[in-house]
C-alpha cells in the first residue's frame, strides 16, 4: 500500500474564501493556477498514475497568518477545516486530511485542534516553522503542544520564510529564489533544534511531529549539535530545562522523503531517524510538471531502497502512524 505522508490540497470553499479577502498584492499564483491543488478529479488521476492509494493533504502555503490579521487567520482556519472534512468526505478511499491551525491565538489553536479532530475526524494540525516570525518553543504555545499530545494526533510542520527576508542585510529580499531553495531547510531545522533545546520534545514523550523534506540539516549536522551541546561543553550555552536530551530527542521527529529524488539524502535521513520514522511523501502537486516530477522522483528514490526499508517507508509507518485502515 503506497500512502503519501504530506501532500496538499485546497478544498474549493476555502479557496474561494480566501482568494476573496486576500490582499491585491498577496502572491497567490498557486492557488489561482495549478489546477491539481484544486481539481482533485486531476489529483486522483495523478495518483493512480503512479500507484498512489492514499494521500494525506494539507492546505499550501502562504500560512494564513501571514496573509490577515489574527481574527480573520483564525476565521478562514475554521472555513479551511470544516471544507476540508467535506473533500476528504468526498474521496473516502483516496484522501484524509489535516487541519490548519495558525497559532497567533493559542487558546483558539487549542479549541479548534480539539473540534478539528473530534468533530471533523481530522487526523492532526499543520503549523509551520515560525508563528509571523516567532519561536515554536515560547511559554505560550505549551497548551497547543499539550493539547496535540493529549488527543494523540500528529502535527504536520511545514517551511515557511519569505521572498522579502533579505539573503543579506544591505539588500531587500532575497534574490534567486534561495529564500525557498535553501531558506525553507534552514527554518526546519531551526524549528526542530529549539523544539529540542527548549524542552518542548522532552516534556512531551508522546508528540509526534512529521517534518518536510527529510528533516532539512538535522541529519547532515546531528554530529555538530550533539557535540556542542553535550554536557560540559562550553562552547555554547546549555538548554535550561534537565530533561533535554539532545541526541536522543533529535531523533523524535518523523521525517517524510521529499528530497527531489536525492537518493543519497535519503538514506542519511533514514540512517539517523531510522526506517520506521521515515514516510513516503510526494508535495504534489508542487514542482515541475504540476507535481508529477517531484512525485516521480520521491517515489523512485524510495523504490531503490532495500525491500526491508521500502515497504515500511511507502505505508506500513503511516498505516501504524495515522492509523489508516489497509484496503
Given at each position: 500500500m503506497r500512502i503519501d505522508a504530506f501532500a496538499h490540497a485546497l478544498p474549493p470553499g476555502f479557496r474561494d474564501a480566501v482568494l476573496t479577502r486576500a490582499p491585491d498584492d498577496?502572491?497567490?499564483?498557486?492557488?489561482?493556477?495549478?489546477?491539481?491543488?484544486?481539481?482533485?478529479?486531476?489529483?486522483v488521476a495523478l495518483m493512480d498514475a503512479l500507484g498512489i492509494d492514499v494521500q494525506i493533504v494539507t492546505t499550501p502555503s502562504p500560512p494564513l497568518e501571514e496573509m490577515f490579521a489574527p481574527e480573520v487567520a483564525c476565521q478562514l482556519a475554521e472555513v479551511a477545516n470544516r471544507e476540508m472534512a467535506r473533500l476528504v468526505e468526498a474521496y473516502p478511499d483516496r484522501l484524509r486530511g489535516t487541519a490548519t491551525i495558525p497559532l497567533v491565538d493559542p487558546k483558539w489553536a487549542v479549541g479548534e485542534l480539539r473540534r478539528a479532530v473530534n468533530e471533523l475526524g481530522l487526523l492532526g494540525p499543520l503549523i509551520y516553522t515560525h508563528v509571523n516570525g516567532g519561536p515554536l518553543d515560547g511559554a505560550e504555545l505549551e497548551p497547543f503542544w499539550?493539547?496535540?499530545?493529549?488527543?494523540?494526533?500528529?502535527?504536520?510542520?511545514?517551511?515557511?520564510?519569505?521572498?522579502?527576508?533579505?539573503?543579506?542585510?544591505?539588500?531587500?529580499g532575497s534574490r534567486y529564489g534561495l529564500f525557498?531553495?535553501?531558506?525553507?531547510?534552514?527554518?526546519?531545522?531551526?524549528?526542530?533544534?529549539?523544539?529540542?533545546?527548549?524542552?518542548?520534545?522532552?516534556?512531551?514523550?508522546?508528540?509526534?511531529?512529521?517534518?518536510?523534506?527529510?528533516?532539512?540539516?538535522?541529519?547532515?549536522?546531528?554530529?555538530?549539535?550533539?557535540?556542542?551541546?553535550?554536557p560540559g561543553q562550553r562552547r555554547v550555552p546549555m538548554p535550561s530545562d534537565t530533561t533535554v536530551d539532545?541526541?536522543?530527542?533529535?531523533?523524535?521527529?518523523?521525517?517524510?522523503?521529499?528530497?527531489?529524488?536525492?537518493?543519497?539524502?535519503?538514506?542519511?535521513?533514514?540512517?539517523?531517524?531510522?526506517?520506521?520514522?521515515?514516510?513516503f511523501a510526494t508535495d504534489m502537486p508542487f514542482g515541475p510538471g504540476d507535481g508529477l516530477e517531484f512525485a516521480r522522483a520521491s517515489l523512485e528514490s524510495v523504490e531503490q531502497l532495500p525491500l526491508s526499508q521500502r515497504e515500511v517507508i511507502l505505508g506500513e509507518n503511516a498505516i501504524k502512524l495515522l492509523g489508516i485502515d489497509r484496503p
Open positions: 498577496q502572491d497567490l499564483v498557486n492557488w489561482l493556477s495549478l489546477r491539481r491543488l484544486f481539481d482533485i478529479e486531476e489529483r499539550d493539547e496535540a499530545e493529549k488527543l494523540g494526533v500528529p502535527i504536520w510542520l511545514h517551511p515557511d520564510r519569505s521572498r522579502n527576508s533579505p539573503d543579506y542585510v544591505d539588500e531587500d525557498l531553495v535553501l531558506g525553507w531547510p534552514y527554518e526546519t531545522s531551526l524549528a526542530m533544534a529549539r523544539l529540542v533545546l527548549s524542552g518542548v520534545i522532552a516534556r512531551h514523550p508522546g508528540l509526534e511531529i512529521i517534518v518536510h523534506h527529510g528533516g532539512g540539516m538535522i541529519p547532515f549536522f546531528h554530529r555538530r549539535i550533539e557535540m556542542n551541546y553535550q539532545v541526541k536522543r530527542d533529535l531523533r523524535r521527529f518523523y521525517v517524510d522523503s521529499v528530497l527531489q529524488g536525492a537518493t543519497s539524502a535519503l538514506a542519511t535521513s533514514i540512517d539517523f531517524f531510522g526506517a520506521d520514522r521515515v514516510l
